[in-house]
């Protein structure tokens, strides 16, 4: 018997550790057609042998439409490093023959006054399968690679049922950018004879890692508000056909099983329907019966929830659909000494290959039940007795335009006004605001964009707890509880243009509300003209009447010269205004030669990066000041800078993250010597820990009680006191530098973290206070409120001959948080400017 059981690990470590036969992978009740080649076949090796890279995916995907009359291939979009991203559409071809008109039907599904007349039973169901949204997740596109070939090659009457009753779609590498970047990094670090030591280098990639796309961003949180371009062209084709199941395919800690939703209840949101819960759980079994036939561990209902609709899994709940998260425990490289024995490649695949086999078992066979769901969700009305939400910023249409994209983009009605409209104390005007009317399709994911949820049934989350679209743009919004006049329906949102006033060789100004105000502000810079920024208020003659300007508005110095062709294109590129004058006196308020016009310095920016730091804060930086100001950024790893000379640069960047290494000295001279440092939330408090600016963070509450408590509860005390995604209310002076160009005595900030500031002794360098009630939405512990209450939210301070910013949020989380970006952007471009005074910011 011993040498039985010996003989049987043997083998089994051949199956698992060496290269596999396609049958480990595939059913074998099935023929397969030869025509058809295996994924070996093409690219020379087998599956689960190294990793494949996108490009040798795409070219098997091609292959298998060329080959296949069961496949169509299309392009739906680019990633930022030029790769293709790619939607396979699989059905019969009898289906592909008449596809436009099965999505047209499809439609209905979401229409009450059509869906009732459709016969469900005659009804493809549609089915995405998506995989690996995180770069260095490997096993789901890699499982795909045999699942595909499956599609084509398979044959059979069980076969052809499924390709008549349903349209796949498959998204087969949906991170292209990451996923290239962690299949080159252990393809070159594996070795033949394969390492299992957890140290080895195959699983230790360098920073930023595979996980997130070419700007450091997790793409799984971006399905909502949709900043990528994978997000912008996946949703295209996610809402043109709206699957009735979603499949997300991820990878977990390597010491863990697998698992599949449904996630913990009481975590769910409160808008997605009890039935979306129980056709998890019911398709779940289907998954259950797969794993078990391959002797798989795994497990459901722990760990993960559906809150945050901006996830893969999640968003589709919210539109009707099933989204179901898999979770494979990562073997990260080709083989791994785990907990739970040696995991392997080969094994991981496998397990991803069952999950895919088992959606579509479970699609066909509940096919009408979950058209009838789709159909159902959409059939129940509002009943939360908001009419409308009317929105619009005459200040910033940039941004509100934005904020219209966004609506949009998830197949949202949005309309001009017919007139102008007061809401609860709040003034739109009809030709700058826009108002949602609740009673469409959409209303679940309206309500959800919009809503202020403060009471929660459980207090641990899996992400962010709110999302509130009105505040991350901070833009005026109002519940209209009675009708609304609507005007024309929004069609193609077009970019409100700036324009020229007047023409002038002695000076322009334009105001710095617009979101692209920094970007015109830097290209002026950039060609050599002289900025000024007022620090005081002013009015001005324009076209022969007076003109008020205030805090923030920018001087361009003409010296002779007549720039306003150049200023036309800028107005029409970044939607900003600006205002010729031909006098240096003004009416009221500072005259154009005062020293409260300082100039402006042209920024050289180097952000701090490498292993400690977060990638994505980090990322988040790049990506605004890269994407959308066109500001080149230097960005050095910590080694390099504890090295270089800093002389050159105007601006240090700290983002959030772990700078244990940096030498507090070099960044402590750098500031002495003139320099700006901006520190954002960890990075802030590695500055107050290294005493280079006089702020001190509050201690961190803890919820242990001193009662004894079951050990079983430790996780919901501690996770209860984290404050993972939250949005307050703040105090902004309008006349500080870092607030200039927002005319509100209130904004709302984004929490992602539990680092609280000390109030300073200083009266004048606290730009942003929260205010003594914060709470907008979101959850956050009673304790971590107390410290929150009226304490700073930005602090200035001089060191030297510079200045040291600090944040204690992050004003750019996930790049949909436009309305804090001002914040940081000022820092930038008016930290220099800060200080004079007794109280101006001196080091104390």
């Known amino acids: 018997m011993r040498n039985l059981l010996l003989l049987f690990f043997i083998t089994l470590q051949f199956y698992t550790f060496g290269q596999v036969a396609d049958s480990y992978y595939l059913p074998q009740n099935v023929s397969y057609d030869p025509k058809i080649?295996?994924?070996?076949?093409?690219?020379?090796?087998?599956?689960?042998?190294?990793?494949?890279?996108?490009?040798?995916?795409?070219?098997?995907?091609?292959?298998?439409?060329?080959?296949?009359?069961?496949?169509?291939?299309?392009?739906?979009?680019?990633?930022?490093?030029?790769?293709?991203?790619?939607?396979?559409?699989?059905?019969?071809?009898?289906n592909h023959g008449q596809i436009e008109q099965i999505k047209a039907e499809h439609q209905k599904l979401v229409n009450p006054s059509q869906s009732g007349s459709l016969d469900l039973k005659k009804m493809p169901i549609v089915v995405w399968l998506g995989y690996s949204v995180h770069g260095n997740e490997p096993s789901g596109t890699n499982s795909n690679l045999m699942s595909a070939y499956y599609l084509a090659a398979a044959q059979g009457a069980g076969i052809d049922s499924l390709l008549n009753e349903a349209v796949i779609l498959?998204?087969?590498?949906?991170?292209?950018?990451?996923?290239?970047?962690?299949?080159?990094?252990?393809?070159?670090?594996?070795?033949?004879?394969?390492?299992?030591?957890?140290?080895?280098?195959?699983?230790?990639?360098?920073?930023?890692?595979?996980?997130?796309?070419h700007y450091w961003f997790d793409l799984n949180r971006d399905w909502l508000y949709q900043q990528m371009p994978e997000s912008k062209g996946r949703l295209v084709k996610f809402y043109e056909w709206r699957p009735n199941i979603l499949t997300d395919h991820h990878e977990m800690g390597s010491g863990s099983?697998?698992?599949?939703?449904?996630?913990?209840?009481?975590?769910?949101?409160?808008?997605?329907?009890?039935?979306?819960?129980?056709?998890?759980?019911?398709?779940?079994?289907?998954?259950?019966?797969?794993?078990?036939?391959?002797?798989?561990?795994?497990?459901?209902?722990?760990?993960?929830?559906?809150?945050?609709?901006?996830?893969?899994s999640t968003l589709p709940d919210v539109n009707g659909s099933i989204g179901i998260l898999f979770e494979q425990a990562s073997s990260r490289g080709h083989l791994q000494e785990t907990q739970n024995g040696l995991l392997s490649f080969?094994?991981?695949?496998?397990?991803?290959?069952?999950?895919?086999?088992?959606?579509?078992?479970?699609?066909?066979?509940?096919?009408?039940?979950?058209?009838?769901?789709?159909?159902?969700?959409?059939?129940e009305s509002n009943t939360d007795g908001v009419k409308a939400y009317v929105f619009g910023n005459s200040k910033d249409a940039a941004k509100t335009w934005e904020m219209v994209n966004m609506l949009k983009r998830n197949q949202i009605d949005v309309y001009k006004l017919n007139k102008d409209e007061t809401i609860d104390g709040v003034s739109f005007n009809k030709t700058t605001s826009y108002a949602?009317?609740?009673?469409?399709?959409?209303?679940?994911?309206?309500?959800?964009?919009?809503?202020?949820?403060?009471?929660?049934?459980?207090?641990?989350?899996?992400?962010?707890?709110?999302?509130?679209?009105?505040?991350?743009?901070?833009?005026?919004?109002a519940e209209a509880k009675a009708s609304v006049s609507l005007g024309e329906k929004v069609g193609v949102n077009t970019f409100p243009k700036g324009k020229v006033v007047g023409n002038s060789t002695y000076a322009y100004f334009f105001e710095w509300n617009s979101y692209f105000a920094p970007r015109a502000a830097y290209e002026l810079l950039q060609k050599g003209y002289t900025l000024k920024v007022a620090v005081e208020p002013l009015t001005a003659i324009v076209a022969g009447?007076?003109?008020?300007?205030?805090?923030?508005?920018?001087?361009?110095?003409?010296n002779g010269n007549d720039p306003r062709e150049f200023l036309q294109t800028l107005a029409e590129r970044d939607g900003v205004d600006f205002y010729a004058t031909s006098t240096g006196l003004t009416p009221l308020g500072i005259d154009l030669g005062s020293e409260k016009f300082r100039k402006l310095k042209q920024p050289n920016i180097l952000m701090i990066g490498g292993p400690g730091v977060s990638a994505n804060d980090a990322g988040e930086v790049w990506h605004l000041l890269d994407q959308r100001i066109n500001i080149p950024l230097t960005i050095a790893d910590i080694e390099t800078v504890n090295r270089v000379n800093l002389d050159k640069y105007t601006h240090i960047v700290l983002s959030g993250g772990r700078y244990n290494n940096l030498s507090d000295e070099k960044i402590k001279r750098f500031v002495q010597s003139g320099g700006v440092l901006v520190a954002l939330t960890d990075g802030a408090e590695w500055v107050a820990n290294k005493k280079l600016a006089s702020v001190t963070i509050k201690p961190r509450p803890n919820n242990n009680g001193n009662e004894k408590r079951p050990y079983a509860l430790q996780e919901k005390y501690s996770g209860a006191m984290e404050t993972a995604g939250t949005i307050f209310e703040?105090?902004?002076?309008?006349?500080?530098?870092?607030?200039?160009?927002?005319?509100?005595?209130?904004?709302?900030?984004?929490?992602?973290?539990?680092?609280?500031?000390?109030?300073?002794?200083?009266?004048?360098n606290t730009p942003l206070i929260f205010t003594s009630n914060p709470l907008i939405a979101g959850y956050v512990h009673p304790k971590n409120e107390a410290l929150i209450k009226n304490s700073p939210a930005v602090i200035t301070q001089n060191l030297g001959a510079g200045k040291i910013i600090l944040m204690s949020e992050n004003p750019n989380f996930r790049a949909f948080w436009y309305g804090t970006n001002k914040l940081f952007l000022n820092a930038l471009f008016f930290g220099h400017t800060i200080g004079g005074g007794r109280f101006g910011g001196e080091e104390e």
């Open 730 to 764: 703040a105090k902004i002076d309008p006349t500080h530098p870092i607030a200039f160009g927002y005319q509100q005595e209130k904004i709302a900030l984004f929490k992602d973290n539990n680092i609280f500031f000390e109030d300073t002794k200083n009266p004048y």
């Open 257 to 312: 099983t697998f698992f599949f939703q449904p996630g913990i209840p009481a975590r769910t949101h409160p808008l997605t329907p009890k039935s979306n819960i129980e056709l998890t759980a019911k398709i779940g079994k289907y998954h259950a019966a797969g794993l078990d036939k391959i002797n798989s561990a795994y497990y459901t209902q722990e760990n993960y929830d559906d809150f945050y609709y901006g996830k893969g």
């Open 346 to 379: 080969p094994f991981t695949i496998r397990n991803q290959v069952s999950a895919t086999m088992s959606t579509l078992k479970a699609a066909r066979e509940m096919r009408v039940e979950l058209l009838e769901h789709m159909r159902s969700f959409y059939k």
């Open 170 to 213: 498959i998204d087969p590498c949906i991170n292209a950018d990451g996923g290239n970047r962690f299949a080159t990094w252990v393809n070159i670090n594996r070795s033949t004879n394969l390492v299992s030591d957890v140290n080895s280098r195959e699983f230790s990639e360098t920073w930023p890692g595979g996980r997130t796309n």
């Open 37 to 94: 080649p295996t994924p070996k076949q093409f690219l020379g090796y087998q599956v689960g042998e190294q990793h494949v890279t996108p490009y040798e995916q795409y070219a098997y995907m091609r292959e298998l439409a060329r080959l296949s009359d069961r496949f169509k291939v299309e392009v739906y979009g680019k990633t930022f490093e030029n790769r293709e991203l790619l939607l396979l559409t699989v059905t019969s071809p009898k």
């Open 436 to 477: 949602v009317p609740t009673n469409q399709p959409q209303h679940r994911l309206i309500k959800s964009m919009f809503e202020k949820r403060t009471k929660f049934e459980d207090s641990l989350f899996y992400d962010i707890s709110a999302w509130s679209l009105q505040y991350c743009m901070n833009i005026p919004t």
């Open 545 to 558: 009447k007076e003109q008020k300007f205030d805090y923030g508005t920018i001087q361009i110095v003409c």
